[in-house]
Nanobody, 121 residues
């Protein structure tokens, strides 16, 4: 019904930058919130950054000042610009969207397939 397709990620040296993007498509009436989560080996998935349709944002403390989330509502796309990357940022990054579908007023949470970000020291 709804698909999230991520792009970006890869391998970068510490101090470098990477950008992620995630485009939502399908039976979308509206998207309430979009965000990025990450999961490192042996750790729980954690919220990295999120943004609402109104433009408010929140970040996990460890990325504040280094990562920037943005959103293009017309394209149903969310971006994550990651600067000053650290080895501890290494993880699989997952896009997430809370969607109101065209089938009714209920909201559903959808996930992207995940993209690997590796930061070498």
């Amino acid at each position: 019904q709804v698909q999230l397709v991520e792009s970006g990620g890869g391998l970068v040296q510490a101090g470098g930058s990477l950008g992620l993007s995630c485009a939502a498509s399908g039976s979308i009436f509206s998207i309430n919130a979009m965000g990025w989560y990450r999961q490192a080996p042996g750790k729980q998935r954690e919220l990295v950054a999120a943004t609402t349709s109104g433009g408010s944002t929140n970040y996990v403390d460890s990325v504040k000042g280094r990562f920037t989330i943005s959103r293009d509502n017309a394209k149903n796309t969310v971006y994550l610009q990651m600067n000053s990357l650290k080895p501890e940022d290494t993880a699989v990054y997952y896009c997430n969207a809370v969607v109101v579908t065209t089938f009714g007023p209920a909201t559903f949470r959808y996930w992207g397939q995940g993209t690997q970000v590796t930061v070498s020291s």
